[in-house]
């Protein structure tokens, strides 16, 4: 029904920038959120940030505020990561995410339905 594809990982070193992206079909978005989460090994999966697919409201976890950006191209059905100030522990394997309902505060935190492969950043020191 809804397909994800995330690309854009690799390795940089710290202080550098990357540009994940999420290539989302199969259906109109209009309700929908989408949002970023990663995954260090050993680790729990962590919501990073989200945004609603209409009116672009956005939602980001402390740890990422104020160094990356959430963002999409409605006309493309793409949403975009931009990382910038990279550091190591923001190595982990990104997922692109999405759910049919547009969401409020801490409701961008979970409860989605479909995932992307997942993309690989690795931040050097």
């Known amino acids: 029904q809804v397909q994800l594809v995330d690309s854009g990982g690799g390795l940089v070193q710290a202080g550098g920038s990357l540009r994940l992206s999420c290539a989302a079909a199969?259906?109109?978005?209009?309700?929908?959120?989408m949002a970023w989460f990663r995954q260090a090994p050993g680790k729990e999966r962590e919501f990073v940030a989200g945004?609603?697919?209409?009116?672009?409201?956005?939602y980001y976890a402390d740890s990422v505020k104020a160094r990356f950006t959430i963002s999409r191209d409605n006309a493309k059905n793409t949403f975009f990561l931009q990382m910038n100030s990279l550091k190591p522990e923001d190595t982990a394997v990104y997922s692109c995410?999405?759910?049919?309902?547009?969401?409020?505060?801490?409701?961008?935190?979970?409860?989605?339905?479909?995932w992307g492969q997942g993309t690989q950043v690795t931040v050097s020191s």
């Open positions: 945004i609603t697919w209409t009116t672009g409201r956005t």
């Open positions: 199969g259906r109109t978005f209009s309700s929908y959120t």
């Open positions: 995410a999405a759910k049919a309902r547009v969401a409020y505060g801490s409701e961008f935190r979970g409860g989605y339905d479909y």
